[in-house]
């Protein structure tokens, strides 16, 4: 069974500070693994996906990248700004009846202060 | 384009009540998931349609879980009793759907809090 880790559970940072937040993977049998943003009372925007053949994505300050044969990736926040204050999930797409199903960590709360 | 949309947003109820909710994917999307999500923790899935089928519902509590997708578009969600436990907030995400992995990114609703009482 898929197990997936998100470390830190939160992260507290003045803005301008360039961050990395965790995510590992139990099976390395994945299609793709996704980041995603979720906002407070709201649903979760897609930030990054990467194909299981990539290495990385870049998007504007976002930078993910993934060691499938380790288990892991990490997301890099260039910059931070207090807009990008929210709860970070990675997301693994896991080889399931041969259609994508995501699990999901648990998490990093990200505070940036002015 | 709209985004997935839900309703209700939020859902009061004492216990044993019956509850729905319901959800309407974006234009086009074949694929179809509700999600739970407790607080603190990330979603987990409860059931995925392809068009009109149930292809994975065995996250679904079947004692007192529904879902239906009539027509391949709208879908509802229904507990019914509810129980304490339940409480949660319940995700609506749609994709293009078809495709085995590759670039299927899943959008996601703004998801129905609901609290038992």
């Known amino acids: 069974k898929q197990e997936v880790t998100q470390i830190p559970a939160a992260l507290s940072v003045p803005e301008g500070e360039n961050l990395v937040l965790n995510c590992s993977f139990t099976?390395?049998?994945?299609?793709?693994l996704q980041w995603f943003r979720q906002d407070p009372g709201k649903g979760l925007t897609s930030l990054l996906l990467?194909?299981?053949?990539?290495r990385e994505q870049t998007s504007g300050r976002l930078n993910a990248s993934l060691d499938k044969s380790s288990g892991r990736s990490t997301l890099y926040i260039a910059a931070s700004q207090p807009g990008d204050s929210a709860t970070y999930l990675c997301?693994?797409?896991?080889?399931?009846?041969?259609?994508?199903?995501?699990?999901f960590g648990t998490g990093t709360r990200l505070l940036v202060s002015p | 384009e709209a985004g997935v949309v839900q309703s209700p947003r939020y859902k009061i109820i004492e216990k044993k009540q019956p509850v729905a909710f319901w959800c309407n994917p974006i234009?086009?999307?074949?694929?179809l998931y509700w999600y739970l999500q407790n607080l603190g923790q990330g979603p987990e899935l409860l059931i995925r349609y392809e068009n009109e089928e149930a292809v994975d519902d065995s996250q679904l509590p079947k004692d007192r879980f529904s879902a239906e997708r009539l027509k391949g578009v709208d879908s509802t969600l229904k507990i019914q009793p509810a129980e304490l436990g339940d409480s949660a907030v319940y995700l609506c995400?749609?994709?293009?759907?078809?495709?085995?992995?590759?670039?299927?990114?899943?959008?996601f609703g703004p998801g129905t809090r609901l609290t038992v009482l």
């Open positions: 995400a749609s994709s293009l759907g078809g495709l085995a992995g590759g670039t299927d990114t899943q959008y």
């Open positions: 234009s086009g999307h074949n694929t």
């Open positions: 099976d390395s049998a994945i299609y793709n």
């Open positions: 990467i194909q299981s053949s990539q």
């Open positions: 997301a693994v797409g896991g080889m399931n009846t041969g259609f994508q199903k995501l699990v």
